[in-house]
C-alpha cells in the first residue's frame, strides 16, 4: 500500500555519490574504514563468537577495548558501536587464537569474484596458510597474485558457502607447483616470516581450475604454505591441512 505521505521518498537514505569506492564501502561497513599508511584500513569488528567490539589497523590487530578506546575510536570512525551488529562480523584475534589455533584473516576480491584466506599457527612455528579463490576468464596465476584483495564486505553466509566448498572439492587431475617467481610475487604481499631460530621462508604452493558452485562458474584455486627453503610439502598434505582448516573456520564463521 501507497502511504500518503511521500516525504519518506525524498530522505538521503542512498548519498547521491554512491557510485564512489569509498561511499559504497563506508555505507556497506558502517563507518569511515580510513586508510592506513601500511595498507589496509581502520575498522572496528563485532566478534562473532564472544561479541566484544574489536580494532583493525591494517595488519595490527587489537581486542578487549576499554571504553575510553572504543569511544575514542566510534569517535574517529563514525561508527555506532552501541549496537554490535552494525559493525562488520569477524573473529577477534583471541577467538581465533582458541577455536582456530592462530590468527585468521578473510580478504575479497572486487565485484564478487572469490576471496583470499589467511591462517598463521600461534605456536612458536609461526606456521603460515594461505587460500586464494578467484573467478575469472583465462586467469592466470600470476594475475591472480597481482591483484589485491580487499577488505571483506560481503555477507558471512557467501563465505561459509566458499569454505564449505573448499573443504569437500574433488582432487583435481592437473596441478601447477609454485615457481620461484610465484614465491616471489606472492611474498611481496604477504610476507612468508621468519623461522624460530632465524632464516627465511618461502611460499610454497599449488593451483589448479575447477568449478565453484558458491562462486556462480570457474575458479582459479591456490593453496600455499610458508615453510624453509629447505622444507618440501607436498600437495596431498597441503590439501588435507586445507580440508581441515576450511571446515574449522567455517564452523566458528
Not at 557467501?158 to 583435481?172: D, N, S
Request: proline share 9%.
Amino acid at each position: 500500500m501507497i502511504p500518503d505521505n511521500t516525504f519518506i521518498f525524498n530522505q538521503p537514505v542512498v548519498p547521491r555519490n554512491f557510485d564512489d569506492f569509498e561511499t559504497r564501502l563506508r555505507c556497506r561497513l558502517g563507518q569511515d574504514a580510513l586508510p592506513t599508511q601500511e595498507g589496509g584500513r581502520h575498522l572496528l569488528y563485532t566478534c562473532p563468537v564472544c561479541q566484544h567490539p574489536w580494532y583493525k589497523a591494517g595488519r595490527r590487530e587489537y581486542p578487549r577495548l576499554t571504553p575510553e578506546q572504543l569511544t575514542c575510536l566510534g569517535s574517529a570512525l563514525h561508527a555506532n558501536y552501541h549496537i554490535p551488529h552494525q559493525l562488520p562480523r569477524a573473529l577477534c584475534p583471541i577467538c581465533s587464537t582458541i577455536y582456530l589455533g592462530g590468527m585468521f584473516s578473510i580478504e575479497e576480491y572486487s565485484h564478487r569474484k572469490g576471496y583470499c584466506f589467511l591462517w598463521e599457527n600461534a605456536s612458536p612455528q609461526r606456521i603460515r596458510m594461505l587460500a586464494m579463490v578467484r573467478q575469472g576468464e583465462e586467469l592466470t596465476l600470476e594475475t591472480m597474485m597481482q591483484t589485491v584483495p580487499g577488505t571483506l564486505t560481503r555477507p558471512m553466509s557467501e563465505v561459509r558457502a566458499v569454505l564449505a566448498w573448499l573443504e569437500t572439492c574433488p582432487l583435481p587431475g592437473t596441478i601447477l607447483a609454485y615457481t620461484g617467481e610465484h614465491s616471489q610475487q606472492l611474498a611481496h604481499r604477504y610476507p612468508p616470516g621468519s623461522a624460530p631460530r632465524g632464516g627465511g621462508r618461502l611460499w610454497r604452493g599449488y593451483a589448479w581450475n575447477a568449478p565453484c558452485p558458491a562462486l556462480g562458474g570457474d575458479v582459479l584455486i591456490s593453496l600455499a604454505v610458508a615453510l624453509r627453503p629447505q622444507t618440501s610439502w607436498p600437495f596431498l598434505s597441503l590439501r588435507i591441512g586445507w580440508n581441515i582448516l576450511a571446515r574449522a573456520m567455517r564452523m566458528v564463521l
